[in-house]
């Protein structure tokens, strides 16, 4: 039987169908403001007195802000596979939100080929396996339309 | 308000010393009040950077800087605010002295750091946003670095020669330092050759940890003229430790997501712009006033953003203006003479205050082989993790 696969943290992101979510965020009713992670119940909004954020999915397509290749195991608390694989991440842009979230590019990708502004879509992957389950993290892949 | 002046600079050479950073913070102390001609019991209050790598009296730094130089029951204060810690302190002890209730006041601030990579506190805090940057994501502090220097390149056609030519200059400018850690030139192919550790940016790109401490001895302008020659004397004439501005739609450290510009104008400048804005603001000087700068060159392609953020040049222009010669020993406006974290490598909570120990030496003309000929005006500029900005300008 496969291990069952669970966020690497609670309240950040859903996997729906395998490989596909969404990330979970806040969102400010007052304002309009939206919030990633939800830190806090009230909205951050210096001109705004919000005191409840909504329960809001964010967008899973935005546009590339920047990108790097980490070429060295980071330290813990990553939990860095043995033998240490390099990773991307990307900073993308999401357009109805207006802000920028971190992720890591999805494996496989020729990061050689990554421009600012490429379309990005959301996906989920495994970050590590426990015995028993298969920790999964969202990342950031290029679309294909 | 009357002027606060800096009457002593001391330091403790930069490097990985392997002892506790109250030994490095006490000689760096030592250092500034025999600079000041000053004696430990002539001050009046103590106020430190924190570190938060070395337990307890880390946390409390001026109590133990006070303990380590003997209780005498001033008062105190600690601060932190990550790599602006030593701008906070500067602040605390200037306030003091600006609102009449000391005279004469210490800073000080010194690190042991660890070797490699910064990372989080130990345990499991998956509502730190500093844990889970690196929990989730692996999100170094030089993914960072990388994220802007890559940003550079794609926006502005930067090139890794570009950011080679940084660390060049920077390595030249910090040979005759002898409180830099490396004090070694490099050549564009030796950086050619260090491993990728953040595409696009190289080890050499990117600072190292140090052990070190720095130290001013500051008091108002009547106690100066009292106790030192006023030809030495150096002038704060501001100290800005601003926060962002909602909504900050550029990624900071060490955060996963930026704030939402939905709902909400931007602000007339980004963080970072309105870091040295501030400054300017309250020495009442812009720009083309500075004889030269420190900044904060966690990266080589850092240093070039902060051309721009303190408005040496127009976004775009930094690689021209390095190019030009006009921010190495000798041009218009040298940056980093210091030799910048480049030489150093930052010992977190000592480093804002070095920025301004190396403007304080320039000012007063003690620079040696490294001096910026007739320098009469300075700034800082640096920015700390959680959003603490910190700017210090320094006049003669
Ligand atoms: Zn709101």
Not at chain 1, 101 to 122: N, S, Y
Not at chain 1, 133 to 140: A, C, D, F, P, S
Not at chain 2, 187 to 207: G, K, N, Q, W, Y
Request: glycine share 10%; aromatic share 8%.
């Amino acid at each position: 039987m496969s291990k069952p696969r669970v966020p690497v943290v609670e309240g950040m992101f859903r996997e729906d169908a395998e490989g596909t979510g969404r990330l979970l965020g806040g969102k400010c009713p007052a304002c309009g403001g939206f919030f990633f992670p939800k830190q806090w119940s009230f909205c951050a909004n210096s001109a705004c007195d919000g005191t409840e954020l909504e329960d809001v999915e964010l967008s899973d397509r935005g546009t590339l802000w920047s990108f790097t290749d980490n070429r060295y195991a980071p330290p813990a608390p990553y939990p860095a596979r043995e033998p240490f694989e390099p990773y991307a991440v990307a900073a993308v842009e999401l357009a109805d939100e207006k802000m920028v979230v971190l992720g890591q590019v999805a494996r496989g990708t020729d990061i050689g080929a990554l421009a600012l502004g490429a379309e990005m879509q959301l996906v989920v992957e495994p970050l590590y396996e426990t015995d028993d389950e298969v920790r999964t993290v969202w990342k950031w892949s290029v679309s294909n339309g | 308000m009357g002027d606060v002046v800096v009457l002593g600079a001391g330091m403790h050479p930069w490097g990985k010393w392997g002892r506790s950073f109250v030994e490095y913070g006490a000689v760096a102390a030592r250092a500034a009040l025999a600079d000041a001609g000053l004696e430990w019991g002539d001050v009046q209050y103590l106020a430190a950077g924190n570190t938060m790598r070395n337990g307890y009296p880390g946390y409390v730094s001026g109590a133990t800087f006070a303990q380590a130089l003997g209780w005498r029951g001033i008062p105190v204060s600690s601060s932190y605010a990550a790599c602006a810690s030593g701008a906070v302190a500067i602040d605390a002890a200037r306030a003091r002295i600006q609102s009449g209730q000391a005279d004469v006041a210490i800073v000080v601030g010194a690190d042991t750091a660890p070797q490699g990579f910064f990372g989080p506190l130990p345990g499991d805090r998956p509502q730190d946003p500093d844990w889970l940057r690196f929990h989730v994501l692996g999100a170094t502090n030089p993914t960072y670095f990388g994220l802007y220097a890559r940003r550079r390149m794609e926006l502005y056609g930067a090139t890794a020669k570009d950011f080679a030519a940084v660390k060049v200059k920077n390595s030249r400018h910090g040979l005759h330092n002898a409180n830099a850690r490396y004090r070694k030139e490099f050549t564009e192919d030796e950086i050619a050759e260090s491993p990728v550790v953040a595409d696009p940016l190289r080890l050499v790109d990117i600072c190292a940890t140090s052990d070190g401490a720095a130290a001013l001895v500051i008091a108002s302008a009547e106690f100066a003229a009292r106790h030192q020659d006023t030809a030495r004397h150096v002038r704060i004439a501001a100290v800005s430790t601003v926060t962002p501005t909602y909504p900050n739609t550029y990624l900071d450290m060490p955060d996963i997501a930026t704030d939402s510009a939905v709902g909400a104008a931007l602000p007339e400048r980004s963080f970072r712009d309105s870091i040295a804005h501030a400054a300017y603001e309250e020495a009442g000087i812009g720009p083309d006033d500075l004889s030269c700068a420190e900044v904060y060159d966690l990266s080589t392609a850092l240093e070039l953003d902060w051309y721009e953020n303190i408005g040496l040049c127009a976004p775009g222009e930094a690689e021209s203006l390095l190019h030009s010669g006009a921010t190495t020993l000798g041009g218009r406006i040298p940056v980093n003479p210091s030799g910048g974290l480049a030489c150093f490598g930052e010992a977190i909570p000592a480093q804002a205050i070095a920025q301004v120990c190396e403007l304080v030496t320039q000012l007063r003309g003690e620079a040696g082989e490294r001096q910026v000929e007739g320098a009469t005006t300075g700034l800082t500029i640096n920015q700390g993790l959680f959003g603490h900005g910190s700017s210090v300008i320094v006049t003669r």
